[in-house]
């Protein structure tokens, strides 16, 4: 698909609902959509690019992701979805909006670090130039401090050191070579957004974080209230058991009945 040989996963029978992030891959939705697959048919993947999805080339915008995700909700046919994306996952399900209605019955957008919609925005995609190029040159503790400090997000001091010294993973090093230059720095088509069911996510612990910010701006344009949801950026992954009550509730309140 797109000269991409893309890992899936389907579980339960009912209504169609896709988890997907970027970078985050398939497994780490899978103790949710094992909870969620009582009623649905849960539809999860590894984004282009990542473990076991196999890119031919080296990029990964959210037009592609888009049009990832649109070909295996139609390859699996049991679609219209409800799509629900976190982090770049959430870019990737609100260009699925704007590219691919049909596919989608609602998306619900947790997160979407979408750095272009808060008045610093530039300051920060130029902060995140400086990042994922040290990155890249191998300066990874460093680089992951940086982004730590432009998400608001605190860690105790050494629990950079502690957590990326070493050698790093795959995935990693792809989100910041193609992945997320091109995710942080989207620009939503608001009016075309607009003609479809977007619920805007955030976490009840990322108050003041700057998905925070971004996640309440998207709110604003599309003139929705947010909805809080447990935990914090990767509550879903965290705590999938406390998470899934909250995921239900909106598949419910978009009118995604399980029993149709």
Request: aromatic share 8%.
């Amino acid at each position: 698909m797109n000269n991409t040989d893309l890992y899936y996963e389907v579980r339960g029978n009912g209504p169609l609902v896709v988890l997907v992030g970027a970078p985050m891959d398939a497994d780490a939705f899978a103790p949710l959509a094992d909870l969620l697959a009582d009623g649905y048919s849960v539809l999860t993947t590894d984004p282009r690019g990542i473990n076991r999805s196999r890119l031919a080339g080296s990029t990964s915008t959210p037009e592609q992701r888009a049009d990832d995700l649109a070909q295996l909700i139609r390859y699996v046919d049991r679609g219209p979805a409800v799509a629900f994306g976190s982090s770049g996952g959430a870019v990737s399900v609100l260009a699925l909006a704007q590219r691919h209605p049909d596919t989608v019955r609602a998306v619900i957008a947790h997160e979407p670090p979408l750095d272009r919609l808060v008045p610093d925005g530039d300051e920060l995609l130029a902060k995140s130039e400086k990042l994922m190029a040290d990155y890249l040159s191998g300066d990874t503790v460093g680089a992951w401090e940086q982004f730590f400090a432009l998400a608001n997000i605190e860690l105790p001091p050494g629990m950079a050191q502690q957590m990326f010294s070493g050698e790093r993973g795959a995935d990693e090093r792809f989100w910041f070579a193609h992945e997320m230059r091109e995710s942080i720095s989207w620009q939503p088509d608001i009016a075309r957004l607009s003609a479809v069911q977007v619920v805007v996510g955030i976490g009840e612990d990322s108050t003041g974080q700057l998905c925070d910010r971004t996640s309440t701006a998207l709110a604003e344009l599309l003139g929705v209230a947010p909805t809080r949801f447990p935990g914090g950026h990767t509550g879903f992954a965290d705590d999938p058991k406390g998470f899934e009550p909250a995921l239900r509730r909106q598949l419910v309140e978009v009118e995604f009945d399980p029993g149709a």
